[in-house]
């Protein structure tokens, strides 16, 4: 079945614009996930969202993230004003949200540049 | 959230098996361990987990010893598509906490002709 989807896969923008990430995730996946990888590092946890609860937004490094999830579905991650310090690859997983385990599907990512 | 460390880098060659380590010396009682992949320009992709003794798949098996102190990858017979950078994780298995788990630098392994 179709995975994780991610776009777009690159972004370059001028420091100070506005970025629209998006992510589809696995068709009934209750759980969704945002995570950054700047370049040779481990991910860094973002956001989470979990069904219709208020979503974790404790990884978010400053005011300019957010993030939204339509339907249980889709989601969108935005940086407002965009810095230089803001270029990573952006990384979405999803999860079913039963019983015990790890495995967290992740999309190819977007590679944000902020020039 | 249990700290891991793991090498960061490994070469072998095809064919070879290859066994990585990691340490978890503050393992709690309901934390498991949980081994990624991830090739360049991908998202990582899941490949075991195990809470004790030994877990085998298609792909790898995972050693665990008694204490659970450490834990052990072993990739059978690796080929040069094995070449990843490849992350241990730990922490409690209730699903949705995956997010709490904090992601190193993960091991660099290189498959060599």
């Known amino acids: 079945g179709a995975g994780v989807s991610q776009s777009p896969s690159n972004k370059v923008t001028e420091k100070g614009k506005d970025v629209e990430l998006r992510c589809d995730p696995i068709s009934g996946h209750t759980a969704l996930y945002w995570y950054r990888q700047s370049l040779g590092q481990g991910l860094e946890f973002l956001i989470y969202f979990q069904g219709n609860s208020a979503p974790d937004k404790s990884g978010l490094p400053s005011d300019r993230f957010s993030a939204e999830r339509t339907g249980g579905s889709v989601s969108t991650l935005t940086i407002q004003r965009t810095q230089q310090e803001d270029s990573a690859v952006y990384l979405c997983?999803?999860?079913?949200?039963?019983?015990?385990?790890?495995?967290?599907?992740f999309g190819p990512g977007t590679r944000l540049t902020v020039t | 959230l249990a700290k891991t460390t793991q090498p960061i880098s490994m070469d072998s060659y095809e064919g070879q098996e290859v066994n990585i380590t990691c340490s978890h010396n503050?393992?709690?009682?309901?934390?498991?361990i949980t081994w990624y992949q991830q090739f360049p320009s991908q998202g990582p992709r899941f490949i075991i987990q195990g809470y004790k003794t030994k877990v085998t798949n298609e792909v790898a098996s995972l050693f665990i010893p008694a204490d659970r102190k450490s834990s052990t990858l072993s990739l059978p017979r690796v080929s040069l598509s094995d070449t990843a950078v490849y992350y241990c994780?730990?922490?409690?298995?209730?699903?949705?906490?995956?997010?709490?788990?904090?992601w190193g630098l993960g091991t660099s392994l290189a498959v060599n002709p």
């Open positions: 994780l730990v922490g409690d298995g209730r699903a949705g906490n995956n997010r709490k788990l904090i």
């Open positions: 503050n393992i709690a009682t309901n934390d498991y």
């Open positions: 997983a999803s999860s079913p949200l039963i019983g015990f385990g790890y495995e967290q599907y």
